[in-house]
T-cell receptor, first 114, second 111 residues
């Protein structure tokens, strides 16, 4: 069966520090991968999505970046965090081109920037 | 891309049927409609998916009219544990899987 893992689950970082959140998917091939952010009491904001290795689409200009070095690995990064980067980050996957399915979400990573 | 519009919030009482409607006026021919449920500090989870007419599973029903410009999620006999945010998502099988959620509907079930 397919599983998705993301880590770390919780982190507290000072303003200006770097960030790296990792997400891996198991049990599937060629998934579409997504990073979402959810601020407190708000909806899901799509940050990045990827339809293949090395292919990243950015939805919101900001100081975050994403990379997909392997088919089932998706990384969210920042060189210098801002206070506004605080939030709940969710990685998700869905079957790729040619199929309709459901989005599967990871457990989430709660980031607090101080 | 089909943009979705939902009511921001709804209140209901335990045991009642709840219907949440989503508008998606520019839905494409190959788009499906999927509903998700989200509890605080968790990722959304799949409830139901449909293309047209009616779909029913063990937890909900999904009604889609012929023009497919809207859909209604029906939750029978809600309980307190159904208090959550509900999102509808419109998606096709194309390569541009830009899956953008709308604002969602906060359902509060009261005792």
């Amino acid at each position: 069966s397919q599983t998705i893992h993301q880590w770390p689950a919780t982190l507290v970082q000072p303003v200006g520090s770097p960030l790296s959140l990792e997400c891996t998917v198991e049990g599937t091939s060629n998934p579409n991968l997504y990073w979402y952010r959810q601020a407190a009491g708000r909806g899901l904001q799509l940050l990045f999505y990827s339809v293949g290795i090395g292919q990243i689409s950015s939805e919101v200009p900001q100081n975050l970046s994403a990379s997909r070095p392997q088919d089932r690995q998706f990384i969210l990064s920042s060189k210098k965090l801002l206070l506004s980067d605080s939030g709940f980050y969710l990685c998700a996957w869905i079957p790729g081109l040619g199929s309709v399915g459901e989005l599967f979400f990871g457990e989430g990573s709660r980031l607090t920037v101080l | 891309l089909a943009k979705t519009t939902q009511p921001i919030s709804m209140d209901s009482y335990e045991g009642q049927e709840v219907n949440i409607t989503c508008s998606h006026n520019n839905i494409a021919t190959n788009d499906y409609i999927t509903w998700y449920q989200q509890f605080p500090s968790q990722g959304p989870r799949f409830i139901i998916q449909g293309y047209k007419t009616k779909v029913t599973n063990e937890v909900a029903s999904l009604f889609i009219p012929a023009d497919r410009k809207s859909s209604t999620l029906s939750l029978p006999r809600v309980s307190l544990s159904d208090t959550a945010v509900y999102y509808c998502l419109v998606d096709g099988d194309g390569s541009a899987r830009q899956l953008t959620f709308g604002s969602g509907t906060q359902l509060t079930v009261l005792p």
